[in-house]
């Protein structure tokens, strides 16, 4: 069973930054397709970012450019870096596993973001 442990968020200005850890545990999640997603209030999920086990990265349309993917395989780890944050990228932000093989899907309990001056 993985368990997705997630941290990193916070308050923040409009323009600024901040980084999201995501820690996998109980399982070596190296070939899981490892995502981000969010969920701002009223709003359903919707999917962020995520990076294959074969080392591809998909964004959705309106964090291309401000946003990067990445994960430690070694560390069982994924994280987000999110630049140029604006109020509209205030949500609850969720990691997630996903098994190419088994379809298993895991979640995490999220971690805060919340942008404004």
């Known amino acids: 069973q993985v368990q997705l442990v997630e941290s990193g968020g916070g308050l923040v200005q409009p323009g600024g930054s901040l980084r999201l850890s995501c820690a996998a545990l109980?399982?070596?999640?190296?070939?899981?397709?490892m995502g981000w997603y969010r969920q701002a209030p009223g709003k359903q999920r919707e999917f962020v970012a995520d990076y294959s086990g074969g080392g591809y990265t998909n964004y959705a349309n309106d964090v291309q450019g401000r946003f990067t993917i990445s994960r430690d395989s070694a560390k069982n780890m994924v994280y987000l870096q999110m630049n140029s944050l604006q109020p509209e990228d205030t949500a609850m932000y969720y990691c997630n596993a996903r098994s190419p093989v088994s379809g298993e899907i895991h979640w995490g309990r999220g971690t805060q973001v919340t942008v404004s001056s």
């Open positions: 109980g399982k070596e999640v190296g070939p899981y397709v």
